[in-house]
Each structure stands twice: as structure tokens, then as C-alpha cells.
């Protein structure tokens, strides 16, 4: 029986569990420490600074099945994904990696053993490349594993040798090629074959074992790794493709479920599927695209990360079109999805509601303005014909983008199909650079990369002199705020130095310490380090700005020291703020109840998309696709303050991620969007066992009992971003002096209007009702001393070239009234032009009107208004009939006005 595209998943990772490696879960999608990368491409992202020697694992040994998109720089597929039979956006990678542990020998016996025990793959289709100057991996090949000299091609740089950037680890790699057989060769060549490397179809790249020998330094020199590794990686879709024997990626297991899916919704024959090739291929892989991009919180937008999403989901729309939808249907696709894969990732089912939310309320946008779309290309279409073009301009293109989500592929199928238009590639392209130069790149990092082989130096000399473990600092911020230590390291300016004089920014590291570092939207602790002596004061003080982690088990505080001098070696004391600290613990708990507050009131959709624990208010992004009523808003606080008062114990436990899957997959704990956890992880729990309110997974710092929360206060709700809901909310300290501050308030008003506490709100509405009355009375009155002024106005009206004309200053309280005013000049006149200008909030505002009849003779109000308001310093326009302006300088309004006969005359005698 043909293997399963699950089945030859579990299988790898089976037989590499098998062979001594720890199994790790894919990374989310958005990487959590790389800034240079949009998405997680490759398996060994996750790994990096492991490779780069930046961080310790527990294993020397690790195999992934890693979630990995390519849709940006030099790995950008995204037009190929359609037309090509194995392009795709999302895929997997399977990969196993070591860790300064085996190298070439165990990696190439385990990628025969693999493909040949493991998948079946008949030994005779598999051909195999190395670098040229590897004879270590041409050996391994030949002599130990037996395969035919001829049959191991030798390659150069181009196609064999890998390296992570200009410098650092790199080395020679080996592929492992399917052959599909002579009769599918597309080159034409009689001797073709691998070695040739012309994209020749006969021919599959199935596994790229990398092997990181060498460090390259800036002149371009290798010199050996102390410990070399490995780092392979295998694209699922291409090996299955190879175990199910289909020569499309598309007509494997991996993609027919969605394509039979989306063939049930169009009620299409296998003919018109046929007919419909290339937008059946696109729905699937970029279905799956956005279902997990969305599951590893990622929101539609117009940058980054978010506009690809964006661009991927409308030109899967699109395609649906094409193919015979006319409303949207990519969530129900994305079901599909989630119930092919959501048994493996998790996440997909913890998230399904939310997912498919997002997916419809960006599709019903973009079918929205789609037709808007297709009358701005039609518009451009029209005055390109006229001057006899046929391209699009690049520029017109990039906005179309850039300004209407109008992906370029679209605009060019629509020019082609429809107007039988091409479009400016090259002008597309340098708009598209110039619009990221200008908004930046997407370096966020706020540690210089050789900053970080600063610490990492570091880190090595530490452990090896014993003043650190191999595990690094010992980190507990959950044993209190103050904790004995030693002082181990001093840095200035990037340096290491013995000893800090008072006044100067240092950086400290201690053996120990309980100060938090930020994570998880938690903001770190600040507070002091000091060095006690019994009877003594204190030598030596420094005041601790921020605690970061540069390299894992390296904890690095900053700040000043305030006073006295400290020396490498001293007993120091941390003593974190512990009055901030109480604060930060009451936000972050109150968090949890809120979080599941909101998923009580609002449904299971909600899930947590970003926050913010500070000491003086917390803030919470969640998925929701509207605003939050003000009566939800009340109930959901009032119940977060009962949760409160009930006093609910707030425990901790450390639990194996993988034994928590299936409780986080069903939605009975709480894992976050992109959060990269360990195999162990901190589970916080509200309520004991028996009676248990919630559960998530965090490593913040928590109350012990919920009444220590005191009492929450919402003190906004407004959109974050489009179907991402934000929060703010204050407790404890904050919230009480803000209750007392508007309690006084309250109380101070009430005096004011000599009216009891309770009697306010209905004495400020009767005051409100009568102030409303009043200013109606004043309007009328307003009103009809205004018609009073125009009655002895109209005998100021004068005429030009037999047109007559009123140009004056009014007294008007508003626009609405000065518009009023110039109907009834026009009303009266008959046949006319009337311009007014009043001064309205100490500015200079016009109106103009030029009856109907005049417009045939040239006059046009809102050109008239246009240039009157421009010696006020102003602008405005309207229709020919009727205009308004504005402008700054209110001194200058009659001389505006003294133009208004000129203008008139001017236009009368050039029409």
C-alpha cells in the first residue's frame, strides 16, 4: 500500500528518533530572533545560533518537520506557484541536524538508509552530487556505501557549496537526485544527466545534506570548525511525490483534499478541473499559505510580513474567480486544511474559528474594491490607447499594488486577457525598491550582530574559567527580588575591563539573578545591585536600567553605577524593584483572566495576538472582528473583578510540551501566536486541580492568589489592526488611585450642581438638554437677523459685463449658515454670482454660487472660489454651480473678496 503523505511525515522522524535524535516541533513561521527574515525558509533557521555557537541545546541531535515559506528575495517562488507542478509558497522541510556531533559519515549513511529503507525508493533511480574538492563525501559514496562512481557527480560552488553569509560557517554540500526516467527528459540532450544542471524535468532534487566544515572570515579565508555539523534539509512535498509515484507535487496526497474540496464548491467535471489547472493549484498551495501564516499570527496589512499574506490571499481570490466563484470561499478552503494537517500542527485546530474569521472578512474586502480595481485598470487602459500605448507605466502598476492590493499578476492578467495590454516590469520593479527604501528595511534587531559574537565570547571564557556552569546564569525571578550573588563580568563599551568606577554605564554579570528579562510581552525588571558588608553602608551601588539576554544563559544588566567602585569578584545582593514588580505581577495575571473572560464573552474565536505587561497599565491585542460593545465591555470587567474576589489560587508546573499538544490542540490551554517554546514548558494555572478557571503557557512572573490583583479598570477599547481588537486596562495601585481621582471627581461636581453623588449624570443630562435648547434658540434667532443683514445686502449688489454680482463679508456662525445665505442671494438675484466670505473660528471661509445659466459663459464657482481663497492663504473647488474654500490669514478676507468683480469679468471675456 503507497505510503501517506502523514505517514512518510512520522516516518522520518520515526526513523531519525531511532538513530539518537531528539524530535523538535517546527518553529513558527515568523521567526523569533532572526530580523533579517521575513519567514522561517529552511529547517535549520531555528538552529542558527546553536551552529553560530550562540546557544547551548540539551541534544546534539535533532530532526524537524519545520513549516517554511519562500516569498521573498532570492527564494521567492510565488509566480511560479500554479503554472510549475512542484513551486509552492508554504512547504515542508524535513531535515536532521548535528550539533557539533556525527558528520559526513552518519549523514550520508542515514540519507541512503532513509530514502531507500525508509521510503522504498529503488536504489537505481537515486543519483548523488558532491563538491569538487570533497573526496571525503565522493569516498563515503563510492567505497562505503557501494554506489557507482559514474553514477556521483562532482560539482562547483554554484550548485555544492553553502554558507550562511559573507562570513561565518559554510561548507561543501551533497544532493540526492531522483531520476523519473528517460522518457520524461525536457533538455533534449543525449547525454543528459545532473551534471548538466539545465532544469531538465527527468530529473528531482530530493535531499540537500549541507556539511558546515569551515568559518569564513571578511578576506574570504576557511579555516576548520572546531566542531563541524550537519544541516540537510528535504522538501515533504518532493518526497512524497516520489513514494506516491505522481510526478505533480498537486496530485499528491498533500494537495487532492483541497483540490477535491474546491472542485465539490464549484460543482466542477474532472474536464473543467483540467480547464482550470493552474487556478485549481494556486487555491490549494496558497490556501494552506495563508491558514498557517494566520495560525502563526499573522495579520492581512500593507507591510512585511502582512502585506505578502495580503497578496497571497487576494491572488488565491483572484484565481477563484477565474475558476467560476463569485463570492468569497478561501475559508472554507482553509477548513479543508485544517482537517487534512491540524493532527500534526496543532495550532491549526486550537485556532480554526479565528483563522477562518480573518480569512473571510479580508476576502469580503477585497471582493469589495475588486471592481473598483477593474475601472482604475480600465481607466488607465483609455488614456494610454489615446496615446497610443499599449504597456502599463510601472509606477501605475506598483500603485495599483501598493495603493489598492492589486497584486502585479493580476494587473497583468487583467491588461492581457481584456485589453491585449503588457505592463512595465522594470518600472514595477524600481517603484517597488524605491517604496522599501524609503520605509525602511526590515532590520529590527536591538543587538548589533558583532555584539553578539561579543557575548558569546564571552559567555565561552566564563564557563571556562568556572566562573559560569555549562547551563550559564542561574535565572530564577520567580524566588523573590532579591537574590546573593557574584559578580563575574564587567563591560564597557563592548569591553571587558575589571573594575567600574562611580558615574559609569556598565554592563554587569552576575552568577545569579532574579531580575526578568522582557519576554512574552512582559517589560523586565529594574531596581539595584549592591555589595553589603556587615555594619557597614553600602560600598557600592549600581542602578539597573534593563536586563537583557544576548546569548542563551547569558544574563546582562545595564544601567549605572551610582556609587562607590565595583570589582570582578565581589558578593553583590540583587535587589529587584519590588514595589514594580508587584505591579507588573498584578497586570500579567489580570492578562489570563482577561483573556479568558473574553473568549467567555465573545466567543471561542478570541485568541491572544500580542500584549503588553508594564508596571502602570496592561494592554491586550485579541482576534475579533468588530468593536466591543460598551454593555460587553462592563459585563466582561465586572466579571474579571468577580474572578478576583474569588480568591482563586495562581499555580505554576513545568510539563513536556509534546504531552500538552492534544490539551492545547482542543483549546484547553493557552499557547501564544509565534511563541517558540522549548520541550519543557511553564504551564500558569488559575484555580487548583479540582476547580480549575485557566491554564496557559507562560514564563512570566504571576500573583499567588488573585485577590492580590486588587481590582481591574478597562480603560480603552479601540482596533489595533483590521480583525485584531486592543484592550487597556489598569489594577492594584493604578486602579485604585484612578477610582479615588474620579470618585472626587464625582463628588466635586456633585457640589458644583448641589445635587447628591447619585443625582449627577441625571442633572448633567438636564443641564445638557437645556444647553441644547438654548443653542436652538440662538440658531433661530441667528437665523433671522441674518435675513434681516441680507434684506440691506442685496442693495450692494453690483454688475459685470451685465452679470450681476455679490461679493461681501458676512457675519456667519458656521458654513451651514453661510451656505443658507448665499441660496438666498441666489434665489433672489435670479441670475448671478454670489461670493461670501465670513470668519468662522478665527478663519477665513468662502462660499461661491453661480446660477445655471452662467456656467454656459464660462463662469465656474469652484474655480472662482479656488483663486479667491488663495490670498488668504487658502484653497478649495467645487462643481461649477456651487464651492467652498478656506484659508489662514482672516486679515485678508475683503481684500479676497475685492477680486471676486475682476475674476468675473475675466472669465466672462475668455470662456
Not at 50 to 60: H, I, P, S, V
Request: glycine letters at 10%; charged letters at 25%.
Amino acid at each position: 500500500m503507497t505510503m501517506t503523505s502523514a505517514e512518510a511525515r512520522q516516518a522520518f522522524l520515526d526513523y531519525f528518533e531511532k538513530n539518537g535524535h531528539t524530535v523538535v516541533s517546527s518553529s513558527s513561521l515568523v521567526p523569533s530572533d532572526d530580523p533579517t527574515l521575513l519567514f522561517v525558509n529552511a529547517g535549520m533557521v531555528q538552529f542558527k545560533d546553536a551552529f553560530l555557537g550562540l546557544e547551548k541545546r540539551a541534544y546534539q541531535r535533532a530532526a524537524t518537520s519545520q513549516k517554511c515559506m519562500r516569498v521573498a528575495g532570492k527564494h521567492n517562488d510565488l509566480e511560479n506557484v500554479g503554472p510549475s507542478p512542484r513551486h509552492h509558497t508554504f512547504f515542508e522541510m524535513l531535515g536532521n541536524f548535528s550539533l557539533g556531533d556525527y558528520f559526513k559519515r552518519d549523514a550520508v549513511r542515514f540519507a541512503y538508509e532513509c530514502l531507500t529503507g525508509v521510503y522504498g525508493l529503488p536504489p537505481e533511480r537515486i543519483y548523488y552530487t558532491v563538491h569538487t574538492g570533497d573526496d571525503e563525501a565522493f569516498d563515503l559514496w563510492t567505497k562505503e556505501m557501494g554506489i557507482a562512481p559514474e553514477r556521483v557527480y562532482r560539482m562547483g560552488d554554484a550548485t555544492n557549496f553553502w554558507q550562511m553569509a559573507d562570513v561565518g560557517p559554510c561548507g561543501p554540500t551533497s544532493e540526492l537526485h531522483y531520476d523519473w526516467g528517460e522518457e520524461f527528459c525536457t533538455c533534449g540532450r543525449p547525454d543528459c544527466s545532473v551534471l548538466l544542471d539545465n532544469g531538465c524535468e527527468r530529473w528531482l532534487e530530493i535531499w540537500n545534506l549541507v556539511f558546515m566544515q569551515f568559518n569564513q572570515t571578511a578576506d574570504g579565508s576557511r579555516t576548520p570548525l572546531p566542531k563541524p555539523g550537519v544541516d540537510t534539509g528535504m522538501g515533504l512535498e518532493r518526497i512524497v511525490s516520489a513514494v506516491q509515484n505522481k510526478r505533480a507535487n498537486y496530485e499528491t496526497d498533500l494537495f487532492t483534499p483541497i483540490i477535491g474540496r474546491v472542485q465539490e464548491l464549484l460543482a466542477h467535471t474532472e474536464a473543467q478541473v483540467e480547464e482550470h489547472t493552474v487556478a485549481y493549484r494556486v487555491i490549494a498551495d496558497h490556501g494552506r499559505a495563508i491558514t498557517f501564516m494566520i495560525g502563526d499570527g499573522v495579520m492581512p496589512g500593507n507591510e512585511g510580513r502582512a502585506s505578502v499574506l495580503r497578496l497571497i490571499l487576494r491572488r488565491a481570490a483572484r484565481y477563484g474567480r477565474q475558476a467560476g466563484f463569485d463570492g468569497p470561499f478561501l475559508a472554507k478552503v482553509a477548513d479543508k486544511v485544517i482537517e487534512e494537517m491540524g493532527d500534526h500542527y496543532i495550532e491549526l485546530k486550537a485556532r480554526r474559528q479565528f483563522i477562518l474569521n480573518v480569512i473571510t472578512q479580508e476576502e469580503e474586502r477585497f471582493l469589495k474594491t475588486f471592481n473598483n480595481g477593474l475601472e482604475l485598470i480600465a481607466g488607465l487602459v483609455k488614456k494610454l490607447k489615446a496615446d497610443d500605448k499599449n504597456q502599463i507605466p510601472g509606477d501605475e502598476v506598483f500603485k495599483l499594488y501598493a495603493t489598492y492590493g492589486f497584486p502585479k499578476d493580476l494587473t497583468l492578467l487583467i491588461a492581457d486577457e481584456e485589453y491585449g495590454f503588457t505592463i512595465d516590469e522594470k518600472g514595477y520593479r524600481a517603484a517597488f525598491d524605491e517604496h522599501a527604501k524609503i520605509s525602511g528595511g526590515s532590520k529590527i534587531g536591538v543587538i548589533a550582530v558583532d555584539m553578539l559574537q561579543v557575548y558569546a565570547d564571552l559567555f565561552d571564557k566564563l564557563k571556562s574559567d568556572d566562573a559560569l556552569p555549562e547551563s550559564g546564569v542561574t535565572y530564577n525571578p520567580y524566588a523573590g527580588t532579591e537574590l546573593p550573588g557574584k559578580v563575574v563580568a564587567i563591560l564597557r563599551d563592548g569591553e571587558s575591563i575589571d573594575s567600574a568606577e562611580e558615574g559609569q554605564k556598565i554592563e554587569l554579570v552576575l552568577n545569579a539573578t532574579s531580575f526578568y528579562v522582557e519576554a512574552g510581552g512582559q517589560i523586565g525588571d529594574k531596581g539595584q545591585i549592591v555589595q553589603q558588608t556587615a555594619g557597614q553602608a553600602t560600598p557600592w551601588q549600581m542602578d539597573v536600567k534593563a536586563v537583557v539576554k544576548p546569548v542563551n544563559g547569558l544574563i546582562v544588566h545595564e544601567g549605572v553605577l551610582a556609587r562607590g567602585t565595583v570589582k570582578v569578584g565581589y558578593e553583590a545582593l540583587v535587589m529587584v524593584d519590588n514595589q514594580r514588580r508587584w505591579d507588573i505581577m498584578r497586570n500579567h495575571t489580570a492578562t489570563h483572566v482577561l483573556h479568558r473572560e473574553l473568549r467567555r464573552a465573545l466567543g471561542d474565536h478570541v485568541a491572544q495576538a500580542g500584549s503588553l505587561v508594564a508596571p502602570d497599565r496592561l494592554r491586550f491585542d485579541f482576534s475579533h472582528p468588530q468593536m466591543v460593545t460598551q454593555s460587553d465591555l462592563e459585563a466582561i470587567e465586572a466579571a474579571v473583578n468577580r474572578i478576583i474576589l474569588a480568591d482563586f489560587p495562581v499555580l505554576t508546573s513545568y510539563k513536556g510540551y509534546n504531552e500538552l499538544k492534544q490539551a492545547i490542540g482542543a483549546g484547553e490551554i493557552m499557547a501564544l501566536f509565534g511563541e517558540k517554546y522549548g520541550d519543557v514548558v511553564r504551564v500558569v494555572q488559575i484555580g487548583d486541580d479540582d476547580n480549575t478557571y485557566s491554564r496557559e503557557l507562560c514564563g512570566g512572573t504571576h500573583v499567588q492568589t488573585t485577590t492580590q490583583i486588587g481590582s481591574l479598570h478597562i480603560t480603552s477599547e479601540g482596533s489595533a489592526a483590521a480583525g485584531i481588537r486592543r484592550i487597556e486596562a489598569v489594577t492594584g495601585r493604578v486602579a485604585q488611585e484612578l477610582t479615588q481621582q474620579r470618585l472626587n471627581t464625582l463628588e466635586q461636581t456633585a457640589g458644583l450642581l448641589k445635587v447628591s453623588p447619585e443625582e449627577v449624570y441625571e442633572r448633567a443630562q438636564s443641564l445638557v438638554s437645556q444647553a441644547q435648547d438654548s443653542d436652538k434658540k440662538i440658531r433661530e434667532l441667528e437665523r433671522k437677523l441674518a435675513r434681516v443683514e441680507f434684506e440691506g445686502m442685496l442693495a450692494q449688489a453690483g454688475e459685470v459685463n451685465g452679470v450681476k454680482v455679490v461679493a461681501l463679508k458676512v457675519d456667519a456662525p458656521d458654513v451651514a449658515m453661510l451656505r443658507e445665505m448665499s441660496d438666498w442671494f441666489r434665489d433672489r438675484l435670479g441670475s448671478g454670482v454670489v461670493v461670501l466670505g465670513a470668519v468662522i473660528e478665527n478663519r477665513p471661509s468662502f462660499i461661491a454660487a453661480v446660477t445655471k445659466d452662467l456656467t454656459e459663459q464660462g463662469l465656474h464657482a469652484g474655480k472662482l472660489v479656488k483663486t479667491v481663497a488663495q490670498v488668504v492663504g487658502g484653497g478649495g473647488g467645487g462643481s461649477p454651480t456651487m464651492a467652498t474654500a478656506g484659508g489662514k490669514d482672516a486679515a485678508r478676507l475683503g481684500e479676497a473678496l475685492a477680486k471676486v468683480n475682476t475674476l468675473v469679468c475675466e472669465a466672462i471675456n475668455n470662456p
